[in-house]
């Protein structure tokens, strides 16, 4: 049995994880990097193993940075099964196809560039729309949360709410090879407890080895109601001083939520029914449909709204902005909207156009309700640069700026503790996070156990594993 590392170590992104048993080679997420000022170049890297001996792929959620390299691993050879929840499949689907679509835009872009200046290095977009339509093909089974899963012969695989967006889990792997056992707990994204629309995270079994996500492994998050009143306080004040309020929003799950909350307000008459609401998100206004359609994934109260057919999403003044028109005539409100748009760490899309025209305006206010990684636009404003440049200007930052962490998505450093304290693993194995958080979580864990795995190390599992199946499994 081996594990090794080929993602999000030591960093925040780019998740992937192989493990081996018994001539068996199963991938844990293959996501995308982001952040870095070298892209293209890191995304574009070998995968530090062959992808066509990879048998299958154990997705634990649908964000870019867990499944965004999926089409490449296709492109390069990989032939075997893709295993996730049916709510992760549905949601990776949007996702890959946007992402797709804007490396072809970018290629397209880049290239007519080069060619108006003499330049004729060419450049090609990382995979392609039929390369994602193939990675979906391999999207064969699908998975319940708790349901024990025969991978291969010695091998199951149980997948458990892990609470963090729709359809997302942690993963259990129950492994024997040579007479030897061994359970590898994988975190994936662990959420945060009571949050409006999922439940809370399942609790984890005892495992031997656990490889554990630990974004906000060094702080706690405000409280959730603070949060969202803090929320209501901001947009109630940029109204009064005749302002809009732009909020870089994540597609999956935050926007969602943000939805339910500014619902909530206009119902508990805190917010105006005359607050205009711009999802201006593609890709957010196709997620909010699939999140209609699983409604088994909610808390009971959420899950009861829908089958009383009150939609938690709706609101007066709710406006689906897919059109690339409808998108620019938002710039026609001066004051009283909210304007909701991807991407959350302002990489890309059609936030950065709002962020173009409300920056400078002192009467507008900019919130940030998730995770910046270092080196994104959003990290450079959260972190009060003076200027920034967007589209290819330099904007001057004036408005109003409010973090709210409050929503995030991830477990905060209690939250990933009483994760982990569940496991009692023998040996842990950290991940998915900046590496001084990284540190800080570790010194919390029983020393000796714990590790911070570099890019393409490979670890025997042999030491952590059973001869039998002990009592405590």
Same mark, same amino acid.
């Given at each position: 049995m081996k594990l090794s590392?080929?993602? @999000?170590? !030591?960093?925040?992104? %780019?998740?992937?994880? +192989? #493990?081996?048993?018994? &001539?068996? /080679?199963?991938? *844990?997420?293959?996501?995308?990097?982001?952040?870095?000022?070298n892209l293209n170049e890191e995304n574009a890297?070998?995968?530090?193993?062959?992808?066509?001996?990879?048998?299958?792929?154990?997705?634990?959620? @649908?964000? !870019?940075?867990?499944? %965004?390299?999926?089409? +490449? #691993?296709?492109?390069? &050879?990989? /032939?075997?099964? *893709?295993?996730?929840?049916?709510?992760?499949?549905?949601?990776?689907?949007?996702?890959?196809?946007d992402?797709?679509?804007?490396?072809?835009?970018?290629?397209?872009?880049?290239?007519?560039?080069?060619?108006?200046?003499?330049?004729?290095?060419?450049?090609?977009? +990382?995979?392609?729309?039929?390369?994602?339509l193939?990675?979906?093909?391999?999207?064969?089974?699908?998975?319940?949360?708790?349901?024990?899963?025969?991978?291969?012969?010695?091998?199951?695989?149980?997948?458990?709410?892990?609470?963090?967006?729709?359809g997302s889990s942690s993963v259990v792997l129950n492994l024997t090879e040579d007479g030897k056992k061994c359970r590898v707990v994988f975190s994936g994204d662990i959420g945060s407890?009571?949050?409006?629309?999922?439940?809370?995270?399942?609790?984890?079994?005892?495992?031997?080895?656990?490889?554990?996500?630990?974004?906000?492994?060094?702080?706690?998050?405000?409280p959730l109601d603070l949060s969202i009143e803090e929320l209501y306080q901001v947009i109630t004040e940029t109204f009064r001083h005749g302002g809009n309020v732009v909020i870089p929003t994540f597609a999956l799950?935050?926007?969602?939520e943000l939805l339910y909350y500014l619902r909530e307000g206009v119902e508990k008459h805190i917010l105006s029914r005359s607050m205009q609401v711009f999802l201006d998100s593609p890709m957010a206004i196709s997620a909010t449909e699939i999140f209609r359609q699983h409604t088994g994934c909610y808390d009971a109260e959420t899950a009861a709204m829908f089958s009383n057919e009150h939609d938690p999403f709706d609101l007066p003044g709710l406006h689906f902005t897919r059109d690339v028109t409808d998108s620019m005539a938002i710039n026609r409100f001066s004051g009283g909207a909210v304007i909701m748009a991807g991407a959350g760490?302002?990489?890309?899309?059609?936030?950065?156009h709002h962020l173009k025209h409300h920056l400078w305006r002192q009467n507008a206010s900019i919130v940030f309700v998730g995770f910046a990684a270092q080196g994104t636009l959003a990290r450079e404003i959260i972190d009060g640069a003076r200027t920034v440049r967007v589209l290819g200007e330099e904007i001057a930052v004036r408005a109003g700026i409010h973090t709210i962490n409050g929503f995030s998505a991830h477990a905060d450093r209690d939250e990933l503790l009483a994760w982990h304290q569940h496991t009692h693993a023998r040996q842990t194995f950290l991940v998915h996070g900046e590496e001084e958080v990284m540190h800080s979580f570790a010194h919390l864990l029983p020393a000796g156990k714990v590790s911070l795995p570099q890019t393409a190390d490979s670890i025997d599992l042999t030491p952590y594993c059973h001869s039998q199946k002990t009592a405590e499994h």
């Open positions: 590392f080929h993602g @999000a170590d !030591l960093g925040v992104t %780019g998740s992937c994880h +192989l #493990l081996e048993c018994d &001539g068996v /080679r199963i991938l *844990i997420d293959c996501g995308m990097y982001q952040g870095s000022r890297d070998a995968f530090g193993f062959d992808a066509a001996s990879i048998d299958y792929v154990l997705l634990t959620h @649908a964000h !870019l940075d867990h499944c %965004g390299r999926l089409p +490449l #691993l296709v492109r390069r &050879g990989f /032939r075997g099964n *893709i295993i996730a929840t049916a709510a992760t499949r549905d949601l990776a689907r949007i996702v890959l196809l992402s797709a679509h804007l490396q072809e835009s970018e290629a397209d872009y880049q290239n007519k560039k080069n060619a108006r200046r003499g330049n004729d290095k060419h450049m090609e977009a +990382l995979y392609n729309t039929h390369d994602v193939h990675t979906l093909d391999h999207f064969n089974q699908m998975v319940h949360y708790d349901q024990e899963l025969l991978i291969a012969p010695g091998i199951t695989a149980t997948f458990i709410d892990a609470g963090h967006i729709l407890n009571g949050r409006k629309l999922l439940r809370n995270p399942a609790t984890p079994p005892k495992a031997d080895v656990v490889v554990m996500e630990t974004t906000y492994g060094d702080r706690l998050h405000k799950e935050r926007a969602q760490m302002c990489t890309g899309g059609r936030i950065r």
